[in-house]
């Protein structure tokens, strides 16, 4: 938007979060609440966004990074005293300044632009987002005249009971004309029940200097619903699940079923991809097109290709490329890479390891540390022993080669191309390619020993 800023507050402690951690750094949607309303504001089309720390502020700063301007607001006196902090970034400043909360994850980018538009088009000198809450109680009831103009708004602690049946709410939202904005925010007093500086107050002021305010409702009022308890982040939760299970859907995704799949704000879903209950993808996971995932899948941080096939798998910061069959009862740990038609059996565990195009992982084992090539089978039980107790070692496989059951490769050794390993064997010298190792004690058989060494009834 043209000359519009975003001011984001995010100074509040919420106490009933009960938490170390700031409000604002909890998580919805697989990000921060503070992070949510920083995207939904860029991606409304503002270019400029301060955000108001102060519970916590260092570490929100800490994570913001220089995504965004900060402002420190050391004693938490109200949302008018919140707003009067960022005065030294914007007095002088012409435009919109958009106020909007941090712990206010659900409102869309298009609200935040509908709202704005009208604003504009009205040249109000102010614009409140308003919405009609079945339950308003705890909220800023909008205060209106004969015309339906409105003309204040009164907090929870100030309304009389004919205020207080009014369910037309504030939800804490504005568009101010910065000219006008900064003069008003020092005659504001804090006689309240609250004791606070009301940014609300601003509201009766400016209609009682003859100034327009306009209201504009929100269309669904989940969109308006702040976050101070676990409850509520919660509820949160369910929306942005709900609204980007939609999502993926209207794109082309199917969801077997939606109540038992949680998918982040964050991910990304090909086309003609099944979800089967049970998933869960997280963070910066992106999945391409005809794959099916689940039932029982986690994956977060995973880059996935086309076409795979995953079930009760947990995968995390690792790629997958394509045509792929993985599971049931496999674990992709951090820095591996799964090649091109890689099957990957049951109890499976992978960690920091390339496992080439065409390998066969069929069950039972433990692959860490290792590079193994294309068209590769490991038998049933074999481990890289990749650990001497004090560092770690890599295993390396070359194309072609074939691992019997129950053996144990110690790092750091290699095995050739085409070479064979003998069920069994625990290998510590290199295998040479085409050569058969085997390293194992030789077979004994004692005669007799049965009879000889046990009780008789």
């Given at each position: 938007?043209?000359?519009?800023?975003?001011?984001?507050?995010?100074?509040?402690?919420?106490?009933?979060?009960?938490?170390?951690?700031?409000?604002?750094?909890?998580?919805?949607?697989?990000?921060?609440?503070?992070?949510?309303?920083?995207?939904?504001?860029?991606?409304?089309?503002?270019?400029?966004?301060?955000?108001?720390?102060?519970?916590?502020?260092?570490?929100?700063?800490?994570?913001?990074?220089?995504?965004?301007?900060?402002?420190?607001?050391?004693?938490?006196?109200?949302?008018?005293?919140?707003?009067?902090?960022?005065?030294?970034?914007?007095?002088?400043?012409?435009?919109?300044?958009?106020?909007?909360?941090?712990?206010?994850?659900?409102?869309?980018?298009?609200?935040?632009?509908?709202?704005?538009?009208?604003?504009?088009?009205?040249?109000?000198?102010?614009?409140?987002?308003?919405?009609?809450?079945?339950?308003?109680?705890?909220?800023?009831?909008?205060?209106?005249?004969?015309?339906?103009?409105?003309?204040?708004?009164?907090?929870?602690?100030?309304?009389?009971?004919?205020?207080?049946?009014?369910?037309?709410?504030?939800?804490?939202?504005?568009?101010?004309?910065?000219?006008?904005?900064?003069?008003?925010?020092?005659?504001?007093?804090?006689?309240?029940?609250?004791?606070?500086?009301?940014?609300?107050?601003?509201?009766?002021?400016?209609?009682?200097?003859?100034?327009?305010?306009?209201?504009?409702?929100?269309?669904?009022?989940?969109?308006?619903?702040?976050?101070?308890?676990?409850?509520?982040?919660?509820?949160?939760?369910?929306?942005?699940?709900?609204?980007?299970?939609?999502?993926?859907?209207?794109?082309?995704?199917?969801?077997?079923?939606?109540?038992?799949?949680?998918?982040?704000?964050?991910?990304?879903?090909?086309?003609?991809?099944v979800l089967y209950p049970g998933t869960i993808l997280e963070g910066d996971t992106h999945i391409g097109e005809d794959c099916q995932i689940g039932p029982y899948v986690r994956m977060t941080n995973v880059k996935m290709g086309n076409g795979n096939h995953l079930q009760f798998t947990y995968a995390h910061d690792c790629?997958?490329?394509?045509?792929?069959?993985?599971?049931?009862?496999?674990?992709?740990?951090?820095?591996?890479?799964?090649?091109?038609?890689?099957?990957?059996?049951?109890?499976?565990?992978?960690?920091?390891?390339?496992?080439?195009?065409?390998?066969?992982?069929?069950?039972?084992?433990?692959?860490?540390?290792?590079?193994?090539?294309?068209?590769?089978?490991?038998?049933?039980?074999?481990?890289?022993?990749?650990?001497?107790?004090?560092?770690?070692?890599?295993?390396?496989?070359?194309?072609?080669?074939?691992?019997?059951?129950?053996?144990?490769?110690?790092?750091?050794?290699?095995?050739?191309?085409?070479?064979?390993?003998?069920?069994?064997?625990?290998?510590?010298?290199?295998?040479?390619?085409?050569?058969?190792?085997?390293?194992?004690?030789?077979?004994?058989?004692?005669?007799?020993?049965?009879?000889?060494?046990?009780?008789?009834?």
């Amino acid at each position: 938007m043209k000359d519009t800023i975003a001011l984001i507050l995010a100074a509040g402690k919420g106490t009933r979060m009960k938490s170390k951690v700031p409000k604002v750094l909890h998580r919805v949607g697989g990000i921060p609440m503070v992070e949510q309303v920083l995207r939904t504001v860029k991606a409304a089309g503002m270019q400029r966004q301060i955000v108001v720390v102060g519970f916590g502020g260092e570490a929100v700063q800490e994570y913001l990074g220089d995504r965004a301007e900060t402002v420190m607001q050391t004693e938490q006196l109200g949302t008018g005293h919140a707003v009067l902090q960022a005065e030294t970034l914007l007095r002088g400043a012409a435009g919109t300044l958009l106020v909007t909360c941090g712990d206010t994850p659900l409102v869309t980018k298009d609200t935040f632009r509908y709202m704005l538009e009208q604003h504009e088009k009205s040249h109000a000198a102010a614009t409140v987002l308003t919405t009609h809450m079945p339950d308003p109680t705890g909220y800023g009831r909008v205060m209106r005249d004969d015309a339906g103009r409105v003309i204040k708004i009164v907090e929870q602690k100030d309304g009389s009971p004919a205020e207080l049946a009014v369910n037309e709410v504030n939800a804490g939202i504005y568009c101010f004309d910065m000219e006008l904005l900064w003069d008003m925010l020092h005659r504001i007093t804090n006689t309240n029940a609250q004791g606070e500086y009301y940014l609300t107050d601003i509201i009766g002021m400016l209609v009682s200097a003859g100034k327009l305010v306009s209201a504009f409702a929100a269309p669904d009022y989940k969109e308006t619903l702040g976050v101070n308890s676990r409850q509520q982040m919660a509820e949160a939760e369910q929306v942005l699940r709900c609204r980007k299970l939609n999502e993926l859907m209207t794109e082309g995704v199917s969801v077997i079923d939606p109540d038992n799949t949680y998918v982040d704000t964050t991910v990304f879903v090909g086309c003609d991809t099944v979800l089967y209950p049970g998933t869960i993808l997280e963070g910066d996971t992106h999945i391409g097109e005809d794959c099916q995932i689940g039932p029982y899948v986690r994956m977060t941080n995973v880059k996935m290709g086309n076409g795979n096939h995953l079930q009760f798998t947990y995968a995390h910061d690792c790629e997958i490329k394509n045509g792929c069959e993985v599971g049931p009862f496999v674990h992709f740990r951090p820095d591996t890479t799964i090649g091109n038609h890689v099957k990957v059996g049951n109890y499976m565990e992978v960690k920091n390891s390339i496992i080439g195009d065409g390998t066969k992982l069929p069950h039972l084992s433990y692959i860490g540390d290792s590079d193994v090539g294309s068209c590769v089978n490991i038998g049933c039980g074999t481990i890289t022993v990749n650990y001497d107790g004090k560092n770690k070692h890599r295993t390396a496989i070359a194309d072609h080669a074939f691992v019997g059951c129950n053996s144990n490769l110690v790092a750091p050794v290699s095995v050739g191309k085409y070479a064979y390993v003998g069920a069994g064997s625990t290998v510590t010298k290199d295998v040479p390619a085409g050569a058969l190792a085997v390293g194992r004690a030789k077979q004994r058989n004692i005669e007799g020993w049965v009879k000889d060494n046990t009780y008789k009834k």
